[in-house]
Structures are given as structure tokens and as C-alpha cells.
């Protein structure tokens, strides 16, 4: 029986266990990102918390200790003064686990492993992109497309702003699940944070706004690829579309509101015309 | 022809074997052959074969071809099941698994962060080296090039 034993085996012997985890953590520290199987990550993470704990404590027992942990020598600096610092106010919780497509050889569940508030952080470009997104559809609920597009989106960091002091249930630009990560993200950070995902959510609105106009131009490009090739080949009246990008199912376009599982099912999903058929729930 | 070659032989053996005999040693060689040769067998004593220990009952058999619409019907709950747990990536619009990150944001945010890492060596070694872009500050991409 194996009930509430926190540990994972992982097929391995203790002394291979104790050393693979030892790794992918000084591995974590020194990358700050790692991607790796989900169980792994969660270990490595619970371990990984620890080592930091110790690196804040910031005495004589605690680095011995991290030190015999720690694989590479280089990173134990980082230990005690990076994290330290970045992590003086934050009570745990010093890792995040995303979780990714499996691997295509064993099907096995992905992870990308994280340590919080690293300059590579993750949840804050998602969390930036998805602002910029809704943004743009709040814009695009009072004026038409060529309008937004003409006019662009404003103001993206005082909007940023405004969500920061808002509760669970108050309305807003943002969906509320945005809304609680971006106060998540913004936390234990400065005001040059706020700035940043300003910055980011403008920029990927600009690449939403951008995406029709770059599509065609590549389509366009690879048209006249082809049709040279044809005419190196000796045929000149050469007439042939090749999709660089295919339509895929599903895609929502900016201001959809109709869930997903609406939109994969395609036809399907619509009610048809005739008596007694319905939509695939 | 071949019935009297067979008596020939068979005298000829009984003569033989009376030969043999009328020597002393031969004797008591022959008699000990005769009777390994009547008590040798290839069969265990008593059994057909190994078959008989087992009870019929383990040697279970189908007793009929299983027709096309029974074998459909044993089949009919191994399909794939679907997917329900779809929803649209809350920036890019594409659809993904609920509770796991969006396939293309995360390939176009690591893309991105290799390029920037890849700029950022070859600027400090060219400024180290001293080449002709070691004071030049190239703008950071929005996006890299590959995405659409």
C-alpha cells in the first residue's frame, strides 16, 4: 500500500533518484526554465522550494547545506543572492508548473518548470498577450474592424491599472480569470512590471491587428515562388494556390464570444435545418 | 518374389542366431538381447499419451465461428473517445486543452527568447572583439520572423 507517501520512485534506485533530482534542480536554477515530465517537474519543484528556503535563511549551516546539494559551484551564488532577493517578500510558492503537450515517441505528459518572477517568466508573457487580446475585443464590441485597425488600441497600461484593484465579480475590459492572473503576476512586483506588460499587450495587439496583412503577403510570396519554378520548368501559363498557412479548425478570430467546442465541431455544432436534429452537445 | 526373399532372410537369421548360439560366450549375449528386446517399448507404460493426465475441461475450444454482427457488437465500446476539455487559447484565439499551455504561443515565446538570447551573445562578443556593430544597438523584434 502506498497511501499518503509523498515521494515518487521514478523506476530508479535511491542513489540514481537522489542524483537526477539534484540535477534537474541545479539545472533549474541555473536556466531559471526548465521543460521536463510532469511528474519530475513536481518533485523537482518541492525539492527546488526547499534549496531556496535555505538560501534565504543566508547563514553559515544553510550554504554548507546548499552546497552539498548543489552540483555546479557557479550557481550557488545565484542561490543566495538572486533568489534571495527576488523572493524576500514571497511566503513559498517559488516554482510553477505549466503543463504542455505529451511527448510524441511515448506519449508521456510535459512540463515547463519554472522558477516565479524570472526574467524569462511565462505566465507573464501569456498573462501580457492575453490583456492585449481582450483589450482588442472590448474595442472591437463599439467599432468595426477597419476602425480599430485605423485607430489601433490606446491606453493598454492606465487599463492595466484600473484591473489591478478590482474583485472576482466586478465587470470590466478583462474576463475575470485575466484579471486574477494578472494581480497574481503583478504581486511581488515593481511599478516597471506594470510598464512591461503595458509595453507587451500593445505590441501583440499591433501582431493581432498585423496577422491578415502578413498572411496574405507570404501567400503571396510563395504564389510567385512556385510560378517561377514553373517557368525555369518550361511552363509559363503555370495557375496554382499553394496554402502556406492551412485552414485549421477551431481558430477563434479577435471579438469571437461562441465557446470552442462550438467552433471545432464546425458544421456539426450548428443546429441543423430540419426537424429533430440538433447540435452535437 | 519378395514374400520368399522374406523366408530366406528369415532362415537365414534362425541359422544365424543357432550359430551364434553353439558358442558359449555368444550364448549368454544373445539371451540377454532377446530379453532387452522383448521388455524395450517407446511408450510410458499404461498411457496413450501425456493427454490423459489433463481433465478435458482445460482444453477449452470455441465452438463456432463468432459471427460478423457479435464480434461488431463486443466492439461497439472500444472506440476513441473524444475530447471535451477544448477551449481557445486566450491570446492567440487557436484551440487548446483546458488546463495546458496554447502550442503556438509557447513555441512562438521560446522561439522569440532563443533569438534574444542568440543576439545578446553574438552583440557582447562583437562589442568585446571590437567589430563594426559593437556600438550599434539593433531594436528588439516584437515577434521572430516565423511566425504568421
Not at chain 1, 96 to 111: E, K, Q, T, V
Not at chain 1, 174 to 190: A, D, E, I, S, W
Not at chain 1, 214 to 237: F, I, V, W
Request: glycine share 6%; with cysteine.
Amino acid at each position: 500500500m502506498k497511501h499518503g507517501v509523498a515521494f515518487r520512485k521514478f523506476s530508479r534506485t535511491s542513489s540514481h533518484r537522489n542524483l537526477m533530482l539534484r540535477n534537474l534542480v541545479t539545472s533549474l536554477f541555473e536556466h531559471e526554465q526548465i521543460r521536463t515530465t510532469l511528474a519530475k517537474a513536481k518533485d523537482t519543484a518541492r525539492l527546488a522550494e526547499k534549496i531556496i528556503t535555505l538560501g534565504k535563511k543566508n547563514n553559515e549551516t544553510s550554504y554548507r547545506q546548499a552546497q552539498a546539494f548543489i552540483l555546479k559551484p557557479p550557481v550557488l551564488p545565484k542561490l543566495f543572492t538572486t533568489f534571495a532577493e527576488r523572493y524576500a517578500n514571497r511566503p513559498g510558492g517559488y516554482t510553477r508548473i505549466h503543463r504542455l503537450d505529451n511527448r510524441f515517441g511515448d506519449n508521456a505528459p510535459i512540463a515547463l518548470l519554472e522558477l516565479v518572477d524570472n526574467p524569462r517568466d511565462f505566465k507573464l508573457e501569456m498573462t501580457a498577450r492575453a490583456v492585449g487580446r481582450e483589450l482588442l475585443n472590448e474595442k472591437l464590441r463599439w467599432d468595426s474592424p477597419r476602425g480599430v485597425v485605423n485607430s489601433g488600441v490606446q491606453h493598454a497600461e492606465t487599463a492595466v491599472v484600473k484591473e489591478l484593484n478590482l474583485g472576482g465579480f466586478d465587470s470590466s475590459e478583462l474576463r475575470p480569470t485575466t484579471r486574477r492572473n494578472l494581480q497574481k503576476v503583478m504581486k511581488y512586483r515593481g511599478r516597471e512590471a506594470l510598464t512591461e506588460i503595458g509595453a507587451k499587450a500593445s505590441a501583440y495587439i499591433e501582431t493581432i491587428l498585423a496577422k491578415p496583412v502578413a498572411e496574405t503577403k507570404m501567400q503571396l510570396r510563395a504564389d510567385s515562388k512556385e510560378k517561377e519554378k514553373a517557368r525555369k520548368r518550361g511552363n509559363p501559363n503555370f495557375v496554382g494556390s499553394f496554402p502556406v498557412s492551412p485552414a485549421r479548425a477551431g481558430v477563434a478570430s479577435p471579438g469571437e464570444t461562441r465557446p470552442a467546442m462550438r467552433l471545432v465541431q464546425g458544421a456539426l455544432g450548428r443546429p441543423a435545418r430540419w426537424r429533430g436534429r440538433h447540435a452535437l452537445a | 518374389m519378395a514374400s520368399l526373399a522374406l523366408h530366406q532372410t528369415r532362415s537365414f537369421i534362425s541359422t544365424f542366431r543357432s550359430s551364434w548360439a553353439q558358442l558359449p560366450v555368444a550364448a549368454s549375449l544373445a539371451a540377454n538381447l532377446e530379453l532387452r528386446q522383448k521388455s524395450f517399448s517407446w511408450a510410458l507404460p499404461g498411457l496413450q499419451s501425456l493427454l490423459e493426465l489433463l481433465p478435458p475441461i482445460v482444453l477449452a475450444v470455441p465452438k463456432s465461428k463468432i459471427s460478423h454482427s457479435r464480434k461488431s457488437m463486443r466492439s461497439a465500446n472500444k472506440g476513441l473517445k473524444d475530447k471535451r476539455n477544448i477551449v481557445n487559447c486566450p491570446a492567440c484565439g487557436e484551440p487548446k486543452l483546458a488546463h495546458h499551455a496554447c502550442r503556438a504561443c509557447y513555441s512562438s515565446i521560446m522561439a522569440r527568447f532563443k533569438v534574444e538570447t542568440k543576439r545578446l551573445a553574438t552583440e557582447t562578443t562583437k562589442r568585446v572583439s571590437g567589430g563594426s556593430w559593437s556600438r550599434r544597438k539593433a531594436p528588439l523584434m516584437i515577434e521572430s520572423p516565423k511566425d504568421s
